[in-house]
């Protein structure tokens, strides 16, 4: 007999993308973590983004929040896709987004640039 309650372990239908920029951060680790904080308007499913800030240590993050092209084109984005993660690792820095099922997940061209522009700014730091 099958179980009626089963577990919810297992494969799960989420998906993430990550964008790895090949850099050696050595003991500054903590100078590549940004997190974008997001100021919105309205409720649920019309909430819009209206400004971007990053959060973080050192010099990718004052970099990040100078850059106001890179925040326009991330407020143009839905919350979901303006939720954007840098985090460091032994031999490079990665930049992912949130979890996707398998209809949502997707890289827009524009979401493409703008996680193209990050690299960027994390290979100048």
Do not use: C
Not at 56 to 62: A, D, E, K, P, V
Request: proline content about 5%.
């Amino acid at each position: 007999m099958p179980d009626p309650n089963p577990l919810p372990w297992g494969a799960q239908d989420r998906f993430q993308a990550h964008f790895i920029v090949r850099k050696n951060v050595g003991s500054s680790a903590v100078n590549y973590t940004a997190k974008t904080r997001l100021h919105t308007q309205g409720h649920f499913a019309s909430k819009v983004v209206t400004k971007v800030e990053w959060n973080g240590h050192g010099g990718l993050s004052l970099k990040l929040n100078a850059d106001d092209e890179l925040n326009n084109m991330i407020s143009k984005q839905s919350v979901k896709g303006a939720t954007i993660y840098v985090e460091p690792t032994d031999t490079a820095v990665r930049i992912r987004g949130t979890w996707d099922n398998h209809i949502s997940f997707g890289i827009t061209p524009e979401l493409f640039e703008i996680y193209d522009r990050i690299a960027g700014h994390i290979k100048s730091v």
